[in-house]
């Protein structure tokens, strides 16, 4: 290998570790966007009150759920697929390449397991159920926002890794500009 082309291969691999970072931002302006939101709703005073939370809270948790799951699963889907371009193309992907389709793929799955385990816990009828005690709604309705606040700032984390990946793809089969 030439040095021209490992310095080439060390200019990508420094372009995707910024790209991760800014995705990483990403991710982690939404959680404390949604953070910022819930302290705006206030704290919880009683064990009613969490109670009626929740049950708003559960109807969009579950839509939220629902695509997150969708939208994971497709990425997983998408990145075999990607993977199997990449290797009937003639032209070459680098190391980095397969390193940033192996991170999209670990976060969507954590992000798959995380959205149907949290999916599992709001199956539970709560709003059924006499015999939980009170203080436990606060925890619930807090854990069940945490989870999906989480979930959500994972998702956009993985769909700005995805943009920087199709960014890298685009840079392999684009025409070369002429002289």
Not at 29 to 42: N, P, Q, S
């Amino acid at each position: 290998m030439s040095e021209s082309q490992s310095k080439s291969k060390r200019k990508l691999e420094a372009l995707f570790v910024l790209r991760d970072k800014w995705a990483f931002g990403g991710g982690l302006f939404t959680i404390v966007l949604a953070v910022g939101m819930k302290f705006l709703v206030g704290k919880i005073y009683s064990s009613h009150e969490a109670r009626v939370l929740l049950n708003a809270l559960i109807d969009p948790s579950l839509y939220l759920g629902s695509a997150m799951i969708t939208g994971s699963g497709t990425i997983l889907a998408l990145m075999l697929t990607i993977l199997g371009l990449a290797r009937r193309v003639e032209k070459g992907f680098d190391r980095a390449f397969y390193k940033q389709v192996k991170r999209i793929s670990t976060l969507s799955t954590v992000a798959l397991i995380g959205s149907i385990f949290t999916m599992l816990c709001m199956t539970v009828p709560l709003d059924k159920a006499d015999n939980v005690p009170a203080a436990w709604f606060t925890i619930i309705y807090y854990a069940l926002s945490t989870a999906m606040i989480l979930l959500s700032g994972l998702l956009i984390t993985i769909a700005l890794m995805l943009m920087s990946t199709v960014s890298s793809i685009i840079t392999v089969f684009a025409p070369e500009p002429e002289d």
